[in-house]
């Protein structure tokens, strides 16, 4: 009777051993982390007509770019050369003819005042580059000598300017003659106005 009741807690004893271990297996697998899997991406290769189309749209944008760059700085420079067109016929506008006597190329003395005006508007504005003085005569006379005292009168004109400050480089002359009347008419009224030398800004 004592070898069964040994044998009985011996048999108990290994049954709880057991379930022990079954137990604390269990519980370690239950305790260990769950790692998610990770599913990798296809990548997918972009196609060469997909390419060519990104290089295409990328090369449009560029071109926009330039072309709307260009069209500004265009813009500046028309402005630019408005603005500075404008100050020059504002000058243009002011400059004074002077007048000669008949078959004369020598500067009155009311011609020495208004080339002093003319010298000071030239002088005092930066926006005035070269000048061009222009000899004129009526129309009495033949016309090559007309040319030749038109070109005197002018000559005349931008020497006395030089005198009193003008940049000599800055002046040049022309004669127009009796080709350019400014006044129509065959009386001393319109050939007084016709004997004439005028200042224009060279454009």
């Known amino acids: 009777m004592r070898k069964s009741i040994v044998a009985s807690l011996t048999g108990i004893s290994m049954a709880v051993l057991l379930s022990g271990c079954f137990t604390s297996k269990e519980a370690v697998k239950n305790e260990e982390p769950v790692v998610p899997a990770v599913t990798a991406e296809k990548v997918v290769p972009a196609s ?4 060519a189309k990104a290089a295409e749209t990328a090369k449009a944008a ?3 770019k330039v072309v709307e760059s260009a069209k500004v700085a265009q813009a500046e420079a028309d402005k630019k050369v408005a603005l500075q067109n ?3 016929a504002t000058t243009e506008n002011k400059f004074e003819a002077v007048y000669f006597d ?4 020598d500067i009155r003395q009311d011609a020495r005042d208004v080339l002093s005006k003319n010298a000071d508007l030239i002088l005092k504005s930066t ?3 070269n000048i061009q003085v222009a000899g004129h005569c009526d129309d009495r006379g033949s ?4 040319m030749a ?3 005197k009168r002018a000559k005349s004109v931008q020497k006395y300017l030089t005198t009193i400050g003008v940049n000599a480089e800055k002046l040049s002359v022309i004669s127009y003659g009796k080709e350019k009347p400014a006044v129509k008419g065959d ?3 319109a050939w007084a106005k016709n004997r004439r030398a005028e200042l224009a800004i060279i454009k």
């Open 143 to 146: 016309a090559e000598y007309n």
């Open 102 to 105: 008949f078959d004369k190329s």
């Open 86 to 88: 404008a100050k020059n």
């Open 62 to 64: 560029e071109t926009a």
């Open 127 to 129: 926006s005035v580059g």
């Open 48 to 51: 060469p007509s997909e390419v």
């Open 187 to 189: 009386d001393e009224a």
């Open 149 to 151: 005292l038109g070109e």
